[in-house]
């Protein structure tokens, strides 16, 4: 019983604080531009976070479907990345 009394006694408390205005504080500009910046940065991180997330699933789709045969026989073979040389000798 006597936590709830507390419990009461606490959330009015908060109750009373919480709903009393606040002393009227200038905010000085430095602060403001300060303030709207960080909201723009926010802004456009979930903004880039969203289309990620949308995109990525598109582009990891494009990239497993099989290149028809067609494409495929186009496709220049890759340079090799050893090739055997045979050093000339003079013969004796």
């Known amino acids: 019983m006597p936590y709830?009394?507390?419990a009461l006694a606490l959330a009015v408390v908060l109750l009373v604080t919480f709903a009393a205005p606040a002393k009227a504080e200038a905010l000085e500009p430095l602060t403001i531009i300060a303030i709207a910046g960080v909201a723009v940065l926010v802004l456009?991180?979930?903004v880039?976070?969203?289309i990620a997330n949308v995109?990525?699933?598109k582009l990891e789709r494009s990239a497993r479907a099989p290149m028809p045969p067609v494409a495929v026989a186009l496709t220049p073979a890759p340079p090799d990345a050893l090739m055997a040389v045979q050093v000339p000798r003079d013969s004796p």
């Open 4 to 6: 709830r009394v507390l």
């Open 44 to 46: 456009v991180l979930v």
């Open 48 to 50: 880039y976070l969203v």
């Open 55 to 57: 995109e990525g699933p």
